[in-house]
Structure formats: C-alpha cells, structure tokens
C-alpha cells in the first residue's frame, strides 16, 4: 500500500498550552485533525467550566490567528473538545455544569505524576461524590495512571496503578465510563482489552505514536535523549509490540490520542528536562509508519477516526485526508513564542506525508 485515505481523524489527549504558543501549535493539529479532546493542565489548571470555556474562546480566537497568518495546510473546520481538571475539591455541581455546557470530560491527574500536575488528586477516594455524579449523567474520566510513590520504580508506576487505583475505583463506581489515557504497558493494554464491561462500566485507552513507535532505548542512543522523556515513560520492547498489536487490532477500545505536549526546547535540553514529546506536527505520519511496520494501515482509520467518536458517543467525522508513501523531512524545530520547539524525529526523514 503506497497511498491511504481516512476520514479526517480525531485527537482524543492533546496539550496545546495557552497564550501566545497557541497558534503556532494549534495550526498542526488543526491541519491533520478534525478535532481534539484539550488536556486542561495549564497553569492554574482549568478546574472550572468556566475556565474551560474561557480556554475554548482563546483556542478559537487562536486559530482564527492562525488562519490569517496562513498556517494552516488545510481548513478541517477544526473543533477544540474541553476537559475539566479534577481535584480533591470538585463539587458535583461543577460535574453536572461540565455536563449541561458541553465539557467532553473530566481528567484525574494524581498529584505529582506529570507535568503541572501539583494541584492534582491527593487520594481518589476524595472524589467519590463526584464520581458518583459523572457516573449517573455519563460524564467519562480520563485518568493518567500512575502510581506516585517514590519507593515504585518509574517503569512500574503504570502497572501498580491498575491494582492500587483503576480496579478498586471501578469496583467503587460500577458505571463510571473511563478512558486509561497513554497506556504505555502489555498490563494495562491487558486490562482494558480483557475488562469485564457488563458489570463494570466501559473502558478504553488512547494510545500515542511515540510509544507504538519507539521503546526506552530511544532515551538513551548515543547520551541521553531528551526529547523522547515523556511520561509515563517510554517501555521496554514486549511492551510496544503489546501496544502495537492492540492498536492494530479488531477491537474498538483503543483509540488515537498524541499526547503531543509542547515545551521550549531549553526547558526540555535542561539539568531538569520537562516530560512530553511534540509530535502534533507529524502525528497522522508517525501513527502510519508504526501501523505499516506490522503491514497493518487499513487499521488505521478505525483507529484514528472511528472508535473515539464511537466511545465518547460524538459523529464521525466527514470529510477525508490521504497519506502516501513519500519522504519528508522533519525540521529542526518550530517558533514557540518566543522560544523554539523541537519535535520529535527532528532532522529525521519519514517515510510517509500527507497529500495535500
Ligand atoms: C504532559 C505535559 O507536558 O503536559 N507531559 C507528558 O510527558 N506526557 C502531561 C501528561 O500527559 O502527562
Ligand atoms: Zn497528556
């Protein structure tokens, strides 16, 4: 296959930060994606709908921005999806506002597990009432799930959450729907295609380009690699192709999200690097190269454009985009305000592009 076409895609967890970054970022989603679920850990985090539909005005005031600057390759009529960020203190009224104004979901961030992070949940179990109330009007939660404690090692924080927080927050919420965000592990790949959904509620994962296509030795090639640190942090090899294959696969639970997330590149090539790894700018290519490495591109519109709109209950999208088998090269970096903003694979050559 040297050519595919998709319905116009979706991306299901995506930083795009605020301020004056925001065009600049917003333009290479808003050339691939149809639309894009925003992860709401800005600083102060958007705990409050007001907030998020605050940020959804300046993404729209953004890409109008961009619009006029000519950034954009293609006009996808983009649509930027609102998150809430819970806290210990989030009242169920503020789930059930989220709910009546559009707001897609809401986000578990545990408290020290990523970047801003700090203003997270301390212990689930201060947020069952508003549990209770997502889970009666079908309000999704998005976890990052990782365990925090320092005694677990990083490569097992992911693993340790299943046991010590997803299960037993199911078991306590049996409707609840949740999205595992990143899933980065052959557990929790294990976990959601295998879990029990007629007495528990439905479950799926978003799954990123980097870790279908790379595994931790990508953080150390040569020296250390900054750009390639993300969390949760990249895997061991059995653990990609674990992703790979449910990516791949017939089952409607794992679905596209980047987790494309932006940083200046001295905050990045810094004695004290930022997690995340920027691929928004070459998401759609980098997703095709990891799917026809196992011979697998026409799973990828359903991957890409079907089952995350199916799982969060929204249209698909109309609307088409093509990819074809060409070189391109990556560049070194983008503007980021003031900053630059290097991607990942910068300099390298892929072996697919979109048609435009
Ligand atoms: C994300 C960020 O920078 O906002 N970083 C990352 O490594 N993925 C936060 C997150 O999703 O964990
Ligand atoms: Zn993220």
Not at 128 to 150: F, I, N, R
Not at 157 to 168: M, T, Y
Not at 259 to 277: I, N
């Amino acid at each position: 296959m040297n050519q595919i076409t998709l319905t116009l895609p979706d991306d299901f967890h995506l930083h795009v930060r605020d301020g004056d970054v925001l065009p600049q970022v917003l333009s290479h989603t808003a050339s691939q994606f149809r639309r894009a679920l925003i992860m709401p850990n800005l600083r102060p985090p958007v705990t409050t709908v007001a907030s998020a539909l605050a940020y959804q005005e300046r993404i729209k005031d953004a890409l109008k921005v961009a619009t006029q600057q000519g950034a954009l390759t293609a006009t996808n009529n983009f649509q930027a999806l609102m998150s809430l960020y819970l806290t210990d203190q989030t009242p169920s009224s503020e789930i059930l506002l989220a709910k009546d104004k559009g707001v897609l979901a809401v986000k578990l961030y545990p408290a020290g597990a990523t970047t801003n992070s700090d203003s997270g949940v301390t212990d689930i179990r201060l947020c069952d009432d508003s549990l209770d109330t997502m889970a009666q009007v079908g309000m999704p939660l998005l976890v990052h799930g990782e365990v925090t404690h320092s005694a677990i090692d990083i490569f097992d924080r992911e693993a340790k959450f299943i046991e010590e927080v997803l299960h037993p927050l199911r078991l306590r919420h049996p409707k609840l729907k949740v999205v595992f965000e990143h899933i980065t592990t052959k557990d929790a790949m294990e976990y959601v295609r295998d879990a029990e959904v007629s007495e528990l509620g439905p479950i799926a994962a978003t799954i990123t380009a980097h870790h279908l296509m790379y595994n931790r030795n990508a953080l150390f090639t040569g020296g250390i690699r900054p750009h390639y640190y993300c969390l949760p942090i990249l895997k061991r090899e059995a653990h990609r192709l674990a992703l790979l294959d449910a990516a791949t696969s017939d089952s409607s639970r794992f679905f596209l999200g980047t987790d494309s997330a932006p940083h200046a590149k001295d905050l990045k090539e810094h004695t004290c690097g930022c997690a995340g790894c920027y691929t928004a700018s070459h998401a759609l290519e980098l997703y095709a190269t990891a799917f026809d490495s196992v011979g697998k591109l026409r799973q990828l519109e359903a991957f890409a454009s079907f089952r995350g709109a199916d799982f969060y209950q929204i249209p698909r999208n109309h609307g088409q985009i093509t990819l074809q088998r060409q070189q391109q090269q990556v560049p070194n970096h983008y503007a980021f305000g003031n900053d630059l903003l290097v991607p990942l694979n910068a300099g390298e050559v892929l072996n697919w592009s979109i048609v435009r």
